[in-house]
């Protein structure tokens, strides 16, 4: 398990995968973006060879990590973590507020 800021990477069991994912999109800098910062515009990205990201059709954050050779977990103020191929859950750190969830803004 391996956590950077409010991104949170868990290995999971392929079976776990959920049916009918897409790949996740790339931002206008090609890089794959788990989360991205509200308030500093800095992001957890991760790459590598072999290195996919999928999502469910209807949400816009990634959900399952896929590296098949081996993986790099980097942010602008946090050190970068080595990935070993796997499959692994993409969490978002989330906080309550009265009423309401919302995800951490970095």
Known sequence: ??????????????????????PAGRDARGRLVLARGEATGHAHVVSGAGVTLWTLPDQTEPTILLIEGYGRLGHEEHGPIPLPAGVYRVVRQREYLPGTWRPVAD
């Open 1 to 22: 398990m391996y956590r950077q800021g409010d991104v949170l990477v868990h290995p999971i069991d392929p079976a776990e995968v959920p049916i009918g994912l897409v």
